[in-house]
C-alpha cells in the first residue's frame, strides 16, 4: 500500500559507504556453502519523486552518506552489498567503511573498519549491478545498529535507492567516511541509497533468513520514525528474546503491487521476488502481504501519479500463485499473509472489499501457500471485522501504528518459518 504524504521526524539511521565484488562474484560468495546469510536488507528503487523529497534524482558528488540500519542477527564477520540496479552509468565508490552505530551519525569509537572490494579500497559497480565488499571482522550482536558511509567523489547521476526508510541518512560535503563524530553531517534524508544488504556469518547462518515481503504494510510506513518498530523488525525482536534468533529481511516498497509495474512504487512482485527474495543470501522462508495496492489503486489513483488499473481478484490470485511456484522451485518456505481491514480507508468501497475477502479467502482455504499467517483476523476491529482494531490504526485506516505492527509480527507461528 502506498503513504500519504507526511514529513516525519526521523531518528538516525545512517547506512554509510559500502563495498562490492562483481554480480557474479556476489552470487558466489553468497552460496550456503560460504556461510552468508543477510541480516539487513531493502529493496532497490528507480530515482524519482516520491512521498517525501530525496536526492535520488540529483544523486552525488564529492559528498559522503551515512547511513545506520539495524540488522536483525548478529554474526563474526559482516560484509556490504550494494546496487547500482536503476543506474545508467558505472557507479565509482571512492572509498566506504563500516563501524557499529553510536547516536545519530556518530559512530563507536575503535569499531570503525574500511570497505574493500578484491582488497582495493575504491570500486566501480557496473550499471545495473549489485556487488559484494570483502568479508571484515566485525563482531555484531543481534539487534545491533551499525553504520555504513560511502564517499562518493566523481558524480554519479541519479542514484538507485530506497525510498520510505522511515530513518534519517546523512549527508556530508567532501570525504568524510573516516569521521567518527557527527558534526559534518549536517544534510539529512528520509531514504536509503544504494545500500541494499548487511550479510554476515556465525549464528544466522545455521537456522536461515526469513524474508518479509510486500508494501508499504512490510515497509512500516505508520510506524515510528527510527525506532525500528516495523513489523519485521518486531519479528526479528520476537525471535531473539526467545533465544532462537533469526536474521529478518524488510523487502517492503510503498505502494508496491503484485500486477503492476510503477517507476516510483516499484517493479511488480512477481518480477522483484527473485532479486529481492531468492537470491538473498541463506534464505529459508518468506512472507508474501501483497495485493491491497492492486485492489485500493483499482479505485483510487495514487498521490504521485499512478493512475486507477483495474485489477480482478483473480489476477491478484494468480500472481500470488507466481510468487508461490517460484518460492517452491527454489526449496522455500512460503507463508501467505491476508490482507488486513481498509474499511474508512480512501481505498474501500463494496467493490474493493469483495475482491479483498476473496483473496483473503483463497490465501486461508486454498492450501497453497505452506502456512498462513492471518492479519486481517489479528488486526480487525472487535466491532467491525472490515475495519482495523483502533488500537492498531495510524490514523488512515489501513497503515498500522507501532502498536499494530506489533500485533502482526505476533501472528506469525515461529513454527511455520522453519
Do not use: C
Not at 502506498?2 to 558466489?28: D, F, G, Q
Not at 531493502?42 to 530515482?47: D, F, K, V
Not at 528520509?190 to 512490510?218: H, K, M
Not at 492479519?375 to 480487525?380: I, N, V, Y
Request: charged fraction near 20%; charge should be negative.
Amino acid at each position: 500500500m502506498y503513504a500519504v504524504p507526511r514529513l516525519p521526524s526521523i531518528l538516525a539511521i545512517s547506512v554509510a559507504t559500502l563495498l562490492v565484488a562483481s554480480s557474479t562474484a556476489a552470487a558466489e560468495t553468497s552460496t550456503p556453502s560460504q556461510g552468508w546469510t543477510a541480516t539487513w536488507s531493502a529493496s532497490p528503487q528507480r530515482p524519482g519523486t516520491n512521498f517525501t523529497p530525496n536526492w535520488s534524482e540529483q544523486g552525488f558528488t564529492d559528498q559522503t552518506i551515512r547511513q545506520v540500519v539495524r540488522v536483525s542477527a548478529g554474526g563474526s564477520t559482516a560484509r556490504i552489498r550494494l546496487s547500482n540496479a536503476y543506474g545508467s552509468a558505472p557507479l565509482k565508490i571512492a572509498g566506504a567503511t563500516i563501524a557499529r552505530a553510536e547516536s545519530g551519525a556518530a559512530v563507536e569509537p575503535g569499531s570503525l573498519r574500511q570497505l574493500t572490494v578484491k582488497r582495493a579500497r575504491a570500486f566501480t559497480i557496473p550499471a545495473g549491478a549489485e556487488l559484494a565488499t570483502d568479508p571484515v571482522a566485525l563482531g555484531l550482536a543481534d539487534l545491533d545498529s551499525v553504520t555504513v558511509t560511502l564517499y562518493l567523489a566523481a558524480p554519479t547521476g541519479p542514484a538507485t535507492y530506497h525510498a520510505q526508510a522511515m530513518a534519517t541518512s546523512y549527508r556530508a560535503g567532501g570525504d568524510h567516511r573516516a569521521d567518527s563524530g557527527a558534526g559534518a553531517f549536517d544534510q539529512t534524508s528520509l531514504s536509503w541509497y544504494y545500500l541494499s544488504g548487511v550479510d554476515v556469518t556465525g549464528r544466522a547462518s545455521r537456522r536461515g533468513a526469513v524474508v518479509a515481503f510486500g508494501d508499504s504494510l512490510t515497509d512500516g510506513y505508520g510506524s515510528t520514525p527510527g525506532a525500528d518498530n516495523r513489523y519485521p523488525d518486531e519479528l526479528a525482536e520476537r525471535l531473539a528474546a526467545t533465544g532462537r534468533p533469526r536474521a529478518v529481511l524488510n523487502q517492503g516498497i510503498g505502494g508496491n503491487r503484485v500486477t503492476v509495474d510503477s517507476a516510483w512504487l516499484g517493479d511488480k512482485a512477481t518480477s522483484r521476488f527473485r532479486r529481492d527474495v531468492l537470491d538473498q543470501p541463506g534464505v529459508r522462508s518468506v512472507i508474501i502481504l501483497e495485493g491491497i495496492n492492486d485492489i485500493g489503486m483499482s479505485e483510487a489513483p495514487s498521490p504521485i501519479g499512478a493512475p486507477p488499473t483495474d485489477v480482478p481478484a483473480e489476477e491478484i490470485i494468480a500472481g500470488h500463485r507466481e510468487l508461490i511456484r517460484q518460492a517452491h522451485a527454489k526449496g522455500v518456505r512460503a507463508l501467505g499473509a491476508t490482507l488486513p481491514p481498509m474499511k474508512g480507508s480512501r481505498y474501500y468501497t463494496a467493490r474493493s472489499e469483495a475482491k479483498r475477502d476473496a483473496v483473503n479467502a483463497w490465501i486461508r482455504t486454498s492450501g497453497a501457500y505452506d502456512a498462513v499467517v492471518d492479519l486481517d483476523r489479528a488486526l480487525a476491529s472487535p466491532s467491525d471485522e472490515d475495519q482495523l482494531d483502533p488500537a492498531y490504526d495510524s490514523g488512515d485506516h489501513l497503515h498500522l501504528n507501532d502498536a499494530g505492527y506489533r500485533t502482526a509480527a505476533h501472528a506469525v507461528d515461529p513454527a511455520d518459518l522453519g
